[in-house]
């Protein structure tokens, strides 16, 4: 790729984009096409419908955050459906300052930077232009030039809304330069830019004596009062500031309830009436959305103070948890690792997952319903099937604690242990033994957990490490078996035909003799048992695998190894169970014999080839497994 070919391509593109015109050629624009009238919660709304929005188990995701953001769907789907969704169709919500609350490293932070993003890609396109009125210091809206004794009849005519009013420094020009004929006025496309400070704010509290309420409202220039003559001349003020800039876009409030109360009283009228005091002008009419992060305990002290009762009212606030599925949370660990200097190091399997199951253990509470651990509910919240469980006791465990997720180890932490594994050892390859044995080290060090919780997440620490041996028995005994797929087809067919002669009171033929004999219960409950189905219980599982490959018929789909996870799960372990000591004598015999040592070099060729390990880790494995059988 040419490097500057690009850059040529993309200034062209800018360049094409750019529209210049006057009020009444917009007015034409607006005949043919409402949407640039949009407002800036229905703008940020439609950039996120735009990228697709799906069905998933009767809820709604949105595709525009799942590269970025994983396990917050319910989240994500509330964020959308109860707030962006609303304020797009003008409810009272859009009146309310949105507020993001949640625990550290829970992606609150990266939500914001994606609408911002999202929202510079969006006006680049037809669907999301933004026209302004050109040399406005707040790109504003041009239908502002439309007298407010005529904006009924002209929302009719064009099919819009007209809301707010002219900026001072555009009164003043209205009056000076046009001598108030708006036809003339002239009007550009403008492209929202947090960079070019258009469309974007942005404002973080720092020392409240040297921070000004300048910083929002835009400042008096004293150079030019003599020039002018007066405080009140818009020629004589910037309107530079956070909340200037930000109009027709998105407003971000980093960690808003650290803000000086002065700060925050400018919001009130803001998310209110659309609009803010500043200088000697009357108020400035913004259109924008209003975004704040912060954390649980910062919150709670806002909201214990009876004086932020007024602006407490005006917030919506919505709770963005940690992420309490593993499958979800090893993505947040690859997403972070890509993103750093150390993607070049080889990641074995189950090394991300080993310390994702650590993480997910700190977040969940402990239910009360019978018999649940939280290893259960953790397979559960994973979508796992849990034998004696169903979808709808998932539910009521997630509504048995609204702060579930709200707690617990973020992944920050689990990336700076990885990272102090991968730095101080040298390594070329990490395993799960490497970061569970980096994340019991840190531990000490982690000044924000007390020794209870210090003794529970040792405690998980213990639990991961034995899911971890489960999964590398699991994956060697598999590596194992030659021919591994057609092997346990072959067994799951014969437990199929097995199960129908059982359910039906008929006899099988044997593959040999052709001969008529009954069920294999021997076969059916060596199988069986590998799950834990009681023989109480044989005959209700069966019969389910039977309606269930019934049911796959009746849609002309074929009932296969890979339609049912827990009989193929008995399958798998059946045969890993046959296999057992023929693993355990290979992987730990320290002089293997030529028979043995072709053996562990077709294994380690198919763990290399099959499974993502490399040379190191692939033998690292094997003597792990070894150790382990030999326990």
Known sequence: MDIFKRIAEHRAESERLGWTGTFKEYVELLRHDPSPAMTAHSRVYEMIASHGVEEVDGHNRYKFFEKEIFGLDRAIEKLVEEYFHSAAKRLDVRKRILLLMGPVSGGKSTIVTMLKRGLEQFTRQERGAVYAIKGCPMHEDPLHLIPNELRPEVERLLGVRIEGNLCPSCQMRLRT????DIEQVAVERVLISEENRVGIGTFSPSDPKSQDIADLTGSIDFSTITEFGSESDPRAYRFDGELNKANRGLMEFQEMLKCDEKFLWNLLSLTQEGNFKAGRFALISADELIIAHTNESEYKAFISNKKNEALQSRMIVMPIPYNLKVTEEEKIYS????????SHIHIAPHALKASAIF???TRLKETKKQGMDLLKKMRMYDGEEVEGYKENDLKEMQS??????MSGVDPRYVINRISSALIKQNLSCINALDVLRAIKDGLDQHASITKEERERYLNFISVARKEY??????????????SFEESAKTLFENYLDNIEAFCNWKKIRDPLTDDEMEPDERLMRSIEEQIGVSENAKKAFREEILIRLSSYSRKGRKFDYNSHDRLREAIEKKLFSDLKDIVKITTSTKTPDENQLKRINEVSARLIDEHGYCPTCANELLRYVGSLLNR
């Open 177 to 180: 330069e046009f001598e108030g």
């Open 359 to 361: 993480s997910i253990l």
């Open 469 to 482: 041996d489960g999964l590398a028995k699991k994956e060697v005994q598999k590596a194992f078996v030659y």
């Open 335 to 342: 997403k972070l690792i890509s993103q750093s200097d150390m």
């Open 400 to 405: 048995e604690f609204s702060e579930e997720g």
